[in-house]
């Protein structure tokens, strides 16, 4: 049975949490780069990625009270 995609962003160091939230553009690739080498495959990591960006997105939030638009 496949698991459902998630992401905790408390596993991130504090510094790419921060690079994240203020340089939005790192954060896929951020996701991007943690999917592919999690699983290995260029195209699912980027689709996955997409779909991890709003979840992301919410827990940055969460831990450093910056919107990441």
Do not use: W
Not at 28 to 37: H, V
């Amino acid at each position: 049975m496949k698991e459902p995609l998630s992401i905790n962003m408390m596993d991130f160091p504090s510094d790419v949490i921060q690079r994240c939230a203020q340089h939005p553009e790192t954060l896929l690739t951020t996701l991007y780069e943690f999917e592919l080498a999690r699983i290995g495959k260029r195209d699912l990591a980027r689709h996955n990625a997409v779909n991890l960006l709003e979840d992301a997105r919410k827990q940055i939030f969460k831990i450093t009270g910056q919107t990441v638009l």
